[in-house]
C-alpha cells in the first residue's frame, strides 16, 4: 500500500517549528532510491564545505546560513513523488545543486576576501542574475560567474525569510519601500558589504523593470567605485518581438563582447560559440517534447521541477555545461517511458492549470501542494514558457552574423522579460493561446503586488477569462517578502477559491494548513 500514490498524509510530516518529523514511506525501491540521493546532496555539501576557504566564507556572509537547508529544499521538491517522477526530480535537482556548489565554490576562490587568487580573478566576468549570459558563450577560458544568483535568488529557495534582513537594509539606506523585493535584496547585500568581490569586468542588463535597474545601478555603483570593475549597461529592446529593433539589439551583444575581450584579455572563440549553440537548441527541443506531453492527458515533466530546472539550464547554463545535455537525456528517457505506459504523477488529477506571472519564490513548492493537495496539475507556467527558436548551430560565415542575433533574441527573451516586456500581447494574448493548446480549465495568475507590469493588467485578464470561461485565481504575494503575505496566506487564496466556487474537497485534507510558518 505504501507504494500507491497518495499513501502517506503529507501534512502528517509537519510539525510546529521544523518542516518533517520523518522521510516519506515510498516503498522500498523508491524510498532506498531517494534516500541515495540525499546521501548525493550531502556528499555534494560536505565536498563544498570541507575547503577552507568555504568554511571562512560560512562565517563571513550572512547568506551562507540558508544552504544548510539544501537538504530540506529538495525533499519539499519531491513530496509524493514516485517511479519516473522522483527520478525526473532528482535528476533536475541533484545536477542544480551540484553546479550551484561550483559556483559557490569559484566565487570564493576568486574573492578577494576569501580565497584572493588573483589569476583566477583576472578570469572571470560578473553577470547579472537575470540576464541570459549567452555572451559568454564563445569564452570558453573565461568564467561567467552571478554573485546575485547565490546571495539573493537562491537563499529564498531555502529559507522563506531569507530576503528580510537585506531588504530592509536598502530601505534604511533611502530606496523605496514598494519597489519589487527581489532587486531590492541584491542592492541590500551590495549596500551590506555582504557580496563576494572578483572579476575582471561586469555585465549588466536592463532585464525586468525599473526595480532592476535601481538595483543594478546600486550594485555597478560600488563595483566600479569602490572595488574597480568595470561594468558593461547591456540595453536591450524593450519591444523585442519588433523586427525594427534587432539590428539594434545585435549590436548591444557586439558591444558586450568587445567590451568583456578589452577588459579580460581574451577573444571570442566562434569554434567554442557553436558548440554552446548545439547543445541549446537539444535542450530546447527536449523542453518543447516535453511540453507536447503536457498537451495531453498524461503530461510527465512539469510544475516546479519545470520551472526550476528550465530556470538554470536555459539562462545560467546557455549550453555551456555539457552535464546538462546528458540531464535532459535522461529526463526525456524517463518521461517518454511514463507517457506510453499511459502514468500520472498522483492520484488524481481534477483540473489542468497554468500558472502566469512572478511566481513567489519564498513558496517554490507551491506547484507540488497544487498537485497533492487540490489535483491541479500545473502544466507550465511563465517563466518556462521562453525562447522555443532553433539558433544557428553550424560555422559558417553567414552564421557568425546571424550568431549576434541569436544572442540578442536570447537574452530578449530571458526569464520572465519575455513576458513582462514587450507589449500585452506576450503577458495577456499569449495566455489564452497556452490554455486552448493546453487544454486547461484554470489559470493560476500570481499578484505579485510590487510588479506593475501585471498587476496594470489586472482588469484585462478579469474580462478576458470571464469571456472565456477559465477560471482565474488569483495569488496575492510579495515574491521575497514573507512579512506581507505568508506561505499559509498564499495557499489559503486557493483553498478558499477551490471551496467557495468549485465546491471541492482537498484530496489530501493534511496539507490544506500547514504549520510552516517557522520552517525552513
Not at 549570459?133 to 561567467?144: D, N, Q, R, S, Y
Not at 529592446?237 to 551583444?253: G, T
Not at 507517457?339 to 517554490?364: D, L, N, P, T
Amino acid at each position: 500500500m505504501a507504494k500507491a500514490i497518495g499513501a502517506d498524509r503529507l501534512g502528517d510530516f509537519y510539525t510546529n517549528g521544523k518542516v518533517r518529523k520523518r522521510r516519506e514511506w515510498r516503498g522500498l525501491a523508491d524510498t532506498m532510491y531517494d534516500y541515495s540521493r540525499w546521501l548525493f546532496i550531502m556528499l555534494t555539501l560536505g565536498k563544498f564545505i570541507i575547503k577552507p576557504r568555504n568554511v571562512k566564507a560560512m562565517f563571513r556572509y550572512r547568506w551562507m546560513a540558508n544552504y544548510l537547508a539544501v537538504p530540506m529544499m529538495v525533499d519539499r521538491h519531491t513530496q509524493g513523488l514516485r517511479q519516473e517522477y522522483l527520478r525526473i526530480a532528482h535528476i533536475e535537482q541533484d545536477l542544480v545543486v551540484e553546479d550551484v556548489a561550483k559556483l559557490l565554490d569559484s566565487l570564493f576562490r576568486g574573492d578577494r576576501r576569501i580565497g584572493n587568487d588573483k589569476e583566477f580573478s583576472k578570469k572571470v566576468v560578473l553577470v547579472d542574475e537575470n540576464e541570459m549570459t549567452a555572451v559568454m558563450m564563445g569564452f570558453p577560458t573565461l568564467k561567467g560567474l552571478s554573485r546575485e544568483t547565490v546571495s539573493s535568488y537562491i537563499p529564498v529557495l531555502l529559507n522563506q525569510k531569507a530576503a528580510c534582513h537585506y531588504i530592509d537594509v536598502a530601505q534604511e539606506f533611502g530606496l523605496a519601500g514598494d519597489v519589487c523585493p527581489m532587486p531590492e535584496m541584491e542592492a541590500g547585500v551590495s549596500i551590506d558589504d555582504d557580496a563576494p568581490v572578483l572579476g575582471a569586468c561586469a555585465i549588466q542588463c536592463n532585464t525586468t523593470c525599473d526595480g532592476s535597474l535601481l538595483g543594478n545601478g546600486v550594485i555597478s555603483k560600488r563595483l566600479e567605485l569602490e572595488d574597480g570593475i568595470p561594468c558593461f549597461q547591456l540595453a536591450a529592446p524593450l519591444r523585442h518581438r519588433e523586427d525594427d529593433v534587432q539590428e539594434y539589439a545585435a549590436q548591444e551583444i557586439r558591444n558586450a563582447i568587445a567590451f568583456i575581450e578589452k577588459h579580460t584579455g581574451e577573444k571570442w572563440d566562434w569554434k567554442y560559440y557553436f558548440e554552446c549553440a548545439k547543445r541549446v537548441n537539444f535542450s530546447t527541443a527536449q523542453r518543447l517534447s516535453w511540453l507536447e506531453m503536457s498537451k495531453t492527458d498524461y503530461p510527465q515533466v512539469f510544475g516546479s521541477n519545470l520551472a526550476l530546472y528550465t530556470e538554470t539550464n536555459y539562462m545560467a547554463i546557455c549550453g555551456k555545461v555539457p552535464a546538462f545535455v546528458k540531464a535532459d537525456k535522461k529526463i526525456s528517457a524517463l518521461a517518454e517511458r511514463a507517457f506510453r505506459a499511459k502514468k500520472r504523477a498522483a492520484r488524481e488529477y481534477r483540473h489542468r492549470a497554468i500558472v502566469w506571472g512572478v511566481q513567489s519564490h519564498f513558496y517554490m513548492d507551491f506547484l507540488v501542494w497544487l498537485l497533492n493537495c487540490w489535483g491541479i496539475v500545473p502544466l507550465t507556467d511563465m517563466l518556462s514558457m521562453v525562447s522555443t527558436k532553433v539558433i544557428a548551430e553550424e560555422d559558417t560565415p553567414e552564421n557568425r552574423e546571424q550568431a549576434y542575433y541569436d544572442m540578442a533574441w536570447l537574452t530578449e527573451n530571458m526569464i520572465m522579460r519575455n513576458r513582462t516586456h514587450g507589449g500585452y500581447k506576450v503577458l495577456l494574448d499569449e495566455l489564452w493561446e497556452f490554455c486552448e493548446q493546453f487544454n486547461a480549465d484554470m489559470v493560476i495568475l500570481w499578484e505579485h503586488m510590487s510588479c506593475k507590469a501585471l498587476d496594470g493588467l489586472h482588469g484585462q485578464f478579469e474580462e478576458m477569462s470571464r469571456a472565456r470561461g477559465i477560471h482565474l485565481v488569483w495569488v496575492g504575494h510579495d515574491l521575497f517578502d514573507p512579512r506581507v503575505i505568508s506561505r499559509q496566506g498564499v495557499r489559503d487564496q486557493v483553498n478558499n477559491y477551490m471551496r467557495t466556487v468549485f465546491r471541492e474537497e482537498p484530496i489530501d485534507p493534511s496539507l490544506e494548513i500547514l504549520p510552516d510558518e517557522d520552517s525552513w
